[in-house]
């Protein structure tokens, strides 16, 4: 479970046939928003965010989720797709009675948050997104290589890192006997995943914030296209950061992100 002194709640939401594990941090006073968290693919919230939640909650309400499959939350008999991912995250909203929430998403997070704010644009407020790509060319050709586990890419993560993975899921999962029947189905997201059109970028009109590492998964040039798509948006570029180190910086994406959230609309 997250930082135990700023946990106010936490339970599991009847979503789409699912029991979703969410945590509820900090109190909501009115003058934010609630932030929604939405981890990475293969992880938990405290392996995504527990860098930056209790700084957060000190704050503000922040709401940190669970996808299907994912840590706490159960896996049921439906494929994974980031359009279930969507609706069940408006499902979470809507059994909190949340009307709209800012959003920071990291990787299938970030994912997650981009296909519900195009497809459901009124609930998301402020966004941003870290480490995300809108088309499979979006990625390294390195990551898209099946190889690429056996050539010792260096934007992959580490054996001790995969190592903590799993030793998590083991840890919290209702099922700690699924975890290679639950890698082998979150691979199908990417596998169905057709990509967004421009056009779904250039229509999104809440405030964005881009983050991606220097030797991330996601080629620095396609970030910098998506911010040239999404009006008005911004982008942060952070040295000396992987794929996986972006969330343990800390240092860097918190202040940013709290700058960003707090500016002016």
């Known amino acids: 479970m997250s930082d135990a002194g700023t946990l106010t709640a936490s339970g599991y939401a009847p979503v789409n046939g699912l029991r979703m594990y969410y945590e509820v941090h900090?109190?909501?006073?009115?003058?934010?928003?609630?932030?929604?968290?939405l981890h990475g693919g293969v992880l938990t919230i405290d392996l995504s965010f527990a860098g930056v939640l209790p700084a957060l909650a000190a704050t503000r309400q922040v709401i940190a989720v669970e996808l299907q499959g994912h840590g706490r939350t159960a896996d049921i008999d439906r494929d994974m797709t980031l359009e279930y991912f969507a609706e069940d995250v408006v499902g979470l909203l809507d059994h909190l009675g949340i009307d709209v929430a800012d959003m920071w998403g990291f990787s299938l997070g970030g994912l997650t948050a981009l296909q519900t704010v195009i497809r459901y644009p009124r609930r998301v407020g402020r966004l941003v997104l870290a480490s995300v790509h809108y088309r499979h060319d979006g990625y390294h050709d390195e990551i898209?290589?099946?190889?690429?586990?056996?050539?010792?890419?260096t934007r992959l993560p580490t054996p001790a890192e995969f190592q903590e993975m799993q030793e998590v899921y083991v840890q919290v999962a209702p099922d700690p006997d699924h975890f290679e029947a639950f890698t082998a189905k979150l691979q199908g997201v990417?596998?169905?995943?057709?990509?967004?059109?421009?056009?779904?970028?250039?229509?999104?009109?809440?405030?964005?914030?881009?983050?991606v590492g220097d030797h991330?998964?996601?080629?620095?040039?396609?970030?910098?296209?998506?911010?040239?798509?999404?009006?008005?948006?911004?982008?942060?570029?952070?040295?000396?950061?992987?794929?996986?180190?972006?969330?343990?910086?800390?240092?860097?994406?918190?202040?940013?992100?709290?700058?960003?959230?707090?500016a002016a609309e």
């Open 190 to 211: 990417f596998q169905a995943w057709k990509g967004w059109e421009q056009d779904d970028l250039r229509a999104i009109r809440s405030p964005t914030l881009l983050m």
């Open 216 to 262: 991330d998964f996601v080629r620095l040039e396609h970030a910098v296209e998506m911010h040239n798509l999404i009006g008005g948006s911004r982008i942060a570029v952070l040295p000396g950061t992987t794929h996986n180190g972006l969330m343990r910086r800390t240092d860097l994406v918190l202040p940013i992100a709290r700058e960003f959230f707090s």
């Open 144 to 153: 898209q290589n099946p190889e690429a586990l056996q050539t010792g890419s």
């Open 26 to 37: 900090g109190d909501q006073d009115g003058a934010q928003r609630p932030l929604l968290l």
